[in-house]
Nanobody
């Protein structure tokens, strides 16, 4: 059974940093595309960042480029999202997602097979 478990969310002041973690189990980690999405009430999930299988290709939404970094630890089967210079508009529930077939559009939530339960990130003074 594939499982994705997020951690690391919380409350942070504008300009601060958080590191989210997505611990994966039940599949061959390096064969997957792992992504982070975020969602606020009443809106669709937004693709934030994606790390594609063994070649290490990455995707970032324009709104987070230069502030967020995605990276993986194959030994720990964990993908991290380092979020720096956080802004109030980054406030959302952040979800980890995985796909076994590869993705053509990393920002398309419908291409992903597996999802974590989400972790809340709140950026506020």
């Amino acid at each position: 059974e594939v499982q994705l478990v997020e951690s690391g969310g919380g409350l942070v002041q504008p300009g601060g940093s958080l590191r989210l973690a997505c611990a994966a189990s039940g599949f061959t980690f390096h064969d997957y595309a792992i992504a982070w999405f975020r969602q606020i009430p009443g809106k669709e999930r937004e693709g934030v960042s994606c790390l594609s299988d063994g070649n290490g290709r990455t995707y970032y939404a324009e709104s987070v480029k230069g502030r967020f970094t995605i990276f993986g630890d194959n030994a720990k089967k964990t993908v991290y999202l380092q979020m720096n210079n956080l802004k109030p508009e980054d406030t959302a529930v952040y979800y980890c997602a995985a796909d076994a077939q590869g993705v053509e559009d990393p920002a398309n939530q419908y291409e992903y097979d597996y999802w974590g339960q989400g972790t809340q990130v709140t950026v506020s003074s």
